[in-house]
């Protein structure tokens, strides 16, 4: 049954790896996204197909954290993360850690090839599409002084230093080449933005960006993280302010409650909600 399993899926395959007779990986797609069935007769010996792992594509998109207190929290840490943010878009980042006594290397997957060597070679990607998220837009910094010793806006230098080296995967098309975006883009998100006044800015600072570093316009793509009532009352502005570049929406849930309570304090004292029975014997009451 499993023979036959894996010949109908041959057939009706969007590509595979290896012999087209004896394949060691058949992939297909559903709704989008792709499934491969790896096939290893030495390492799925137990099964009569020879079938040794199923990969289903998923987490189609990641995001790499700038923002303070969580990723980078000092100078130090900033800098580490902008080189680590340089080794993913140029496609050489590694990690070396130990496992027990033994020295293990993680490297950037590279692409799967399917259908090798026939006009209708298939390239998938075997990374997630790397967003990068920076700090919000009132936040200062001293990785950099201005010209009276002054620290300057952790959001804006973010987003110049990250944005100029994801020009190296732009830039480099080598067909070997590991690569991030596959329509010449460069994805960031803008979180704890106030309403769209501040969706402005950041469009305005995209396009001085863009001017600096000789980009074509709209080459930065933006997700906007709706973290605060200003923006959540005003959405369809701040959609309209940012909608040649906006790519998603998403809701900071932590964040989001923290601006409902701030809100609802500023406007004086709360009456304290009524707890049932269970509440009050957790609470000891």
Known sequence: MKLLLIFNLLINSFGHQG???????????????HIEIQIDRKNG??????????????????IVDCE???????????????????????GNFEARLMQGHKAIVRELRPD??????????LRLSSRSLLFIRHVGRLLYT???????????????????????????????RAKDKIKNSRKGSIYIVKPKQHGPEEVTFTSHLCNR???LLKLPRHT????????????????????????????FINTGFLDRT??????????GPLIQKNLNEKHKLVYGL
């Open 112 to 121: 799967r090839i399917y259908n090798p060597k026939t006009d209708n070679e």
């Open 220 to 247: 930065l793509k933006v997700g906007i993280m709706d973290e605060e009532r200003r923006t959540t009352i005003n959405l369809s502005a701040c959609i309209r302010e940012s909608e040649d570049r906006l790519v």
């Open 209 to 211: 960006i863009e001017d």
């Open 258 to 267: 923290g601006d409902e309570i701030h809100t609802s304090m500023e406007a």
């Open 142 to 172: 001293d990785v950099i002084l201005n010209n009276d010793n002054q620290e300057i806006p952790q959001g804006i230098l973010d987003a110049l230093i990250t944005i100029l080296i994801a020009v190296h995967d732009l830039n480099d």
């Open 45 to 62: 010996r137990n099964d009569i197909a020879g079938i040794k792992d199923v990969i289903i594509e998923s987490a189609l998109t990641t």
């Open 19 to 33: 012999d087209k007779d004896v394949p060691h990986g058949i992939v297909f797609v559903h709704h989008g996204l």
């Open 68 to 90: 303070d207190s969580i990723a980078a929290v000092d100078v130090y840490d900033k800098i580490q993360l902008y080189r680590n943010w340089l080794g993913l878009m140029k």
